[in-house]
């Protein structure tokens, strides 16, 4: 069973869709505006997103940017406009399928099963390790060079996300929307203080770092600084 966020306008539509994914089991919460929806795409950490493009308060290209800009949920379109430069549009903005109306429920619910199996991979609480430091989800345990670290619970998340994409600058902004639920911005501040905690407990500084990079202007990426 998968928690999906559902954003559509069209009545009709939306009853059929939310019926198919109730009927495959899933948890579906519905948004018949791209406000609505992205609230409940960012505030309800669904594991689905399944949006119409046409929707009457902002263009679905606009909603899918804004839910990329601080979550990785699996996206799919569902658009009356099969063009091709709609559907590259899209697959730009960040969607990761879509599927063009009219459309049978059967296809609907293979894409979704579909992208589910991918997410469930990719999210999983396996150990992660980069250079002598240990994260182990599952436990809410990380160690480093072999000596436990004793993190604070927004410390220990922010050390995960940034270790789940080492070597990927991530900026403060998608920090804030995973770590703390904030995605409109929020005090960057308080990253910035986390961030510095967390240095401290890996025993490095920003002016001499190892593990912890910021990327000025940009964000601050988690490296093997032996890499
Ligand atoms: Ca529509």
Request: proline letters at 4%; aromatic letters at 4%.
């Amino acid at each position: 069973m998968a928690r999906v966020v559902l954003v559509e306008d069209d009545i009709e539509i939306r009853r059929l869709v939310a019926e198919a994914l109730a009927g495959q089991g899933h948890d579906v919460d519905s948004a018949a505006a791209a406000l609505e929806g992205l609230e409940l795409a960012v505030k309800g950490k669904p594991d689905l997103v399944v949006m119409d493009l046409g929707l009457p308060d902002l263009d679905g290209t606009e909603l899918l940017r804004m839910i990329r800009a601080v979550s990785e949920v699996p996206i799919i379109v569902i658009t009356a406009r099969g063009a091709d430069e709609v559907v590259v549009k899209t697959l730009d903005s960040g969607a990761d399928d879509y599927l063009v109306k009219p459309f049978s429920v059967a296809q609907l619910e293979a894409r979704v099963r579909a992208l589910l199996r991918r997410g469930s991979a990719a999210t999983s609480d396996e150990t992660i390790q980069v250079g002598g430091l240990r994260i182990d989800p599952a436990a809410r345990e990380a160690s480093l060079a072999g000596k436990d670290l004793d993190l604070s619970p927004k410390e220990f998340d922010l050390l995960r996300v940034l270790a789940e994409r080492a070597g990927e600058v991530v900026s403060k902004r998608a920090l804030m929307a995973e770590v703390w639920r904030e995605p409109y911005g929020g005090a960057e501040r308080t990253v910035d203080v986390h961030l510095s905690w967390l240095r401290n407990k890996l025993g490095e500084t920003a002016q001499e770092p190892r593990y912890l990079r910021t990327v000025h202007g940009v964000g601050v990426k988690l490296v093997d600084p032996n890499g």
